[in-house]
């Protein structure tokens, strides 16, 4: 035990010492923070505030548009001009004064159709406006309890009809948390994956392979390289929720869908606990791959062949999101590669029979056997093999060295 | 009690036999030369001895039994393919390889100075494996079989990438651990080493054993009655009771007639009025005997007598 304790705590430091580790732990949540920001900055910029105009001919504008006390870059406000006549505010608009007006026919309240004429087509912030003070008109003088909280309309709560399972509306933090859980789990799982077979071909690279079965037993060598690796991937996934709790912290009130933030607890535990299985066989997959290579270019081709059923389910998520019941979603869940990411996703998003939960724990542990025997026989006869890739053939094969 | 039995060992891969049989034992306080020619079966042994491979037939005791886990801390193993973490200091390295053996932080902080002061390598503890020359990797890797003190020392060529002052520095130190009573086994090419160094060797090839015994025993067994002779005067074209007279670099050889004796031939050179330099038995190099047992054996003739040699 001791032995192995070694082995994890050189492969942990080893890392930690390393630049790359660094490297990664920042640029990955920097990276997907710069994106985010940037997409929102980009999506504010595009709000165009140059003034709109209007013309009532409907007279019903008693109440003019109510400049907002403050505002800012993700406060917009757009001016609603009223002109008196449809050629002055085409005038305007030609000139550029305002990107568009509308007309309030007569009869508006006939028909309810206003009629826009733009430089620029509508945007979701001039209807926004627009109906507010048309709406504000309509309503004036009427004395309306809750007024503000009518025109938002009903919030819906969907619950299955067994009753296990309620979303309520706005609750997309729900469905989101397990969902981006899971997949920062399985990149943290990848990673892990990936240093150890790093570490394994290193062995190889290094020639230090013989020197360490003659002074560990296999099993505390590889259960100490996989505590090791694991515990790297692990100190990259806390440093990045560390991150994004403080994100939530300091700005989780501006961010809509974080506001009454509930954990659904059930669904998270269920998909950390497919994580484990999913660790194990990767880790399994990783030891076989860096037991039979001999480069780690060469490893990192085989690579691929482990990543991409890990992540196919994300490639077709939204197949999986439209029908989380469908044949397609439920082949994905079984299959024990995909299952980590497309069960939890299907967990997130719906409600999942018991049976086909079990099932797939099953499936997953049955697997994770199977890549541990394989992984034990291409150690011991991929171990010495410095020149020569140990083909998958000879794996299924007697061992010819041990027996 | 001996240190290390082999009993009957083989081996094959796929069709190829690397190891046949092969028995030998050593004791404790003994250097033993494992010798043989390219791709013999000297590694597969070694391999096999410290349990890397599992042999087909036959079975090893080390240290009075089965290899395990608890007596891996008791042997230091210089492997023939030299291996050392490239990407970290080489006070990590080592440190890391001996906490594998079992010792202790206190044990490593304690005993690793004084190595590398004695390996010429304390300037060097900070830089990286990579770095490092050849032979200084040498170096660092016999520290490394070494410094946890181990009961059995298993070197495969030691010597390799070593400079004649650091060869002369390692052979003093497997000296001084042989007179320290350790069990040592040296697997190398290099024949004067294993003249000056070893108690006993085992000769193989194809997997067979050649040649197993102690060293003085071997060179009495394969001695000749010739002679080795130095001197300043030209000899005589013939001499009474000498077969052959052969110039060499510096010595001539003489090889009597059958029934002539080394000391008949003293006789009839001081009768002869002949000043001798020097004057000595001419013993086979270990060279010589490897190369001629191991051609006798491809020619199909040595294999037998040896084996009944190894019964004996």
């Not at chain 1, 948390?177 to 071909?201: D, E, H, K, R, T």
């Not at chain 2, 008791?74 to 291996?83: A, K, Q, S, T, V």
């Not at chain 2, 390889?97 to 002061?117: F, H, N, Q, V």
Request: proline letters at 5%; a negative charge; one cysteine or more.
């Amino acid at each position: 035990m001791n032995k192995m304790h070694e082995v994890a705590k050189y492969e942990y430091t080893r890392h930690v010492n390393n630049k790359a580790f660094w490297i990664t732990l920042f640029a990955v949540p920097a990276g997907i923070l710069l994106i985010m920001l940037l997409s929102v900055v980009i999506t504010f910029a595009s709000i165009d505030t140059d003034p709109v105009g209007y013309v009532d001919q409907a007279g019903l504008i008693k109440q003019p548009q109510v400049q907002p006390e403050k505002t800012s870059f993700f406060e917009p406000f757009i001016p609603l001009i009223p002109y008196a006549d449809e050629t002055s505010a085409r005038w305007a608009a030609e000139d550029g004064q305002i990107q568009g007006y509308f007309v309030i026919p007569q009869g508006y309240t006939d028909s309810y159709q206003l009629i826009y004429y733009f430089n620029k087509p509508l945007s979701s912030e001039i209807r926004t406006e627009v109906d507010t003070l048309i709406r504000t008109n309509l309503l004036a003088g009427e004395t309306i309890p809750n007024f503000e909280r009518l025109t938002e309309g009903s919030h819906f709560t969907q619950a299955s009809l067994d009753g296990t399972r309620i979303v309520g509306e706005n609750e997309a933090a729900k469905i989101i948390i397990p969902m981006v859980v899971s997949i920062l789990f399985v990149i943290a799982v990848m990673s892990s994956g990936g240093y150890l077979l790093q570490a394994l071909v290193e062995e190889k690279e290094n020639r230090t392979m013989e020197i360490m079965v003659t002074s560990v037993s296999p099993n505390q060598l590889m259960a100490g390289k996989i505590i090791g690796n694991l515990s790297v991937g692990l100190t990259q996934l806390l440093a990045w929720m560390v991150v994004a709790a403080a994100v939530l912290i300091g700005f989780g009130d501006r961010i809509p869908f974080m506001q009454n933030l509930q954990i659904p607890w059930g669904e998270l535990i269920l998909s950390l606990l497919l994580m484990l299985p999913a660790f194990v066989f990767t880790s399994a997959l990783m030891a076989i791959i860096g037991s039979t290579v001999t480069e780690s270019q060469e490893a990192s081709q085989v690579t691929g062949l482990i990543t991409l059923p890990i992540f196919l389910p994300y490639f077709f998520l939204s197949f999986i999101l439209q029908n989380p019941n469908g044949t397609f979603a439920r082949i994905l869940s079984f299959f024990p590669m995909s299952a980590p990411l497309a069960m939890s996703t299907r967990i997130a998003i719906t409600n999942v029979p018991s049976w086909e939960i079990i099932l797939v724990f099953v499936i997953m542990i049955l697997f994770c056997l199977l890549t541990i025997w394989l992984a034990g026989k291409a150690f011991r006869q991929g171990m010495l093999q410095y020149s020569k890739r140990v083909p998958l053939k000879q794996l299924l094969k007697k061992e010819a060295g041990r027996e | 009690m001996q240190s290390i039995v082999v009993e009957h060992i083989s081996k094959s891969f796929g069709d190829v036999q690397a190891v046949k049989d092969v028995s030998f034992e050593v004791a404790p306080g003994e250097i033993f030369g494992l010798l043989g020619p390219n791709g013999s079966g000297k590694t597969t042994s070694i391999r096999i001895i410290l349990d890397i491979y599992e042999p087909d037939g036959g079975q090893v005791a080390i240290l009075g039994g089965p290899m395990d886990e608890s007596k891996k801390n008791l042997i230091g193993y210089l492997p023939e393919e030299r291996g050392l973490y490239q990407d970290v200091t080489l006070e990590v390295c080592l440190q890391y390889l001996a906490t594998l053996k079992g010792m202790s932080r206190e044990e490593i902080d304690a005993k690793l100075p004084a190595y590398l002061e004695q390996f010429e390598l304390s300037e060097y503890r900070k830089k990286k494996v990579k770095e490092l020359s050849k032979g200084m990797q040498q170096k660092a890797q016999l520290i490394a079989t070494l410094i946890h003190d181990p009961q059995v020392i298993i070197v495969d060529e030691p010597f390799s990438s070593l400079d004649p002052v650091n060869t002369q520095l390692v052979k003093d130190i497997l000296k001084e651990q042989r007179a320290a009573g350790k069990t040592i086994m040296m697997s190398t090419h290099q024949m004067n080493q294993v003249e000056q160094l070893c108690d006993k060797i085992i000769l193989i090839d194809h997997g067979n054993v050649l040649l197993y015994g102690g060293l003085q025993e071997i060179y009495e067994r394969f001695a000749t009655n010739q002679l080795l002779i130095n001197t300043s005067q030209p000899l005589p074209e013939a001499l009474p009771g000498v077969a052959r007279i052969e110039q060499l670099n510096t010595m001539i050889k003489l090889t009597p007639e059958p029934g002539i004796t080394p000391h008949d031939l003293l006789v009839t050179l001081v009768n002869q009025g002949i000043a001798l330099n020097a004057f000595e038995i001419a013993t086979p190099s270990l060279d010589e005997i490897f190369i001629q047992v191991v051609q006798g054996s491809n020619n199909g003739n040595g294999k037998k007598e040896i084996q009944h040699e190894q019964d004996a």
